[in-house]
């Protein structure tokens, strides 16, 4: 649902998050105090109840610019849906988006998208302790193309935001690897080499074969993403209950490995 338009082409297509969740935070706080000091007090109403952040985005002219977007529940969507009825709403959203235009980035949209929920949930993104500047950009990558595209558009971030998890382990623990190494050589090295990983505790005999099942899962995954992802121009691309298959399953083994190692 379009709620302000600032001109030019319609089409959007949304391509990360523009800002961190603190500075995002800090600059709808200082557009909402800004716009309360001027005795606007509904659209700083809107601006806190309305779930928004700002994306970058661009469309078929290769356009460059930001959008205040939210993707928001039924019953907040069908009230705007309402709202957008009175003839002075759009001057509403246009004043928050020349509000957050003067506080920090120029906003051509304000959009907001009704949530639907998925057949197949997805396991929620993990938030690593071991980390890197690759493993954070591509995670947050793999989030966005999953929430606002398909679980097929985020298979090839989450294959490289594993593999940068791995690497970080392994340089952080001070493990050899070879150079250029595969998420298999990486794993195998990490679950035969490392500390946190020799011992399972109750049941250890059990655990160990489902950590080494895991290794014929990670052989499955190059292939799954050079040959039906959207890495490369594949013929074909994996359906969507396949496509949520592989994110979860590397999201889950990813929360383990994380949570045993700390």
Known sequence: MLLYHAGGARDVELIRKQFSAESWTKLRDSVIRLLKSRNLDYPAELLETIPFDIYEATNGFQDKFSVLNATVELDLYTKLVHLMGNSGTKLIFRTIAETVTEVGSFIRFIIVDLKVENEIKPVASPSPQITSEVLEYTLADAEQLIQSRSAVSGVDRVHTSFHAYLQAVCTSSGLPIPKDASIT????????????LQSHG?????????????????????????????????????????????????????????????
Do not use: C, G, W
Request: glycine residues 0%; aromatic residues 2%; hydrophobic residues 40%.
């Open 185 to 196: 050589q990486l794993f195998k090295v990490i679950r035969t080499q490392h500390p946190a």
């Open 202 to 262: 109750p049941q250890a005999d059990s655990i160990e074969r489902i950590v080494q099942s895991t290794a014929t899962i990670l052989d499955a995954l190059n292939p799954v993403r050079n040959r039906a992802s959207l890495a490369h121009p594949n013929d074909q691309i994996l359906d969507e209950p396949e496509a949520m298959l592989v994110i979860n399953s590397v999201r889950t083994l990813l929360h383990y490995l994380d949570k045993k190692i700390k």
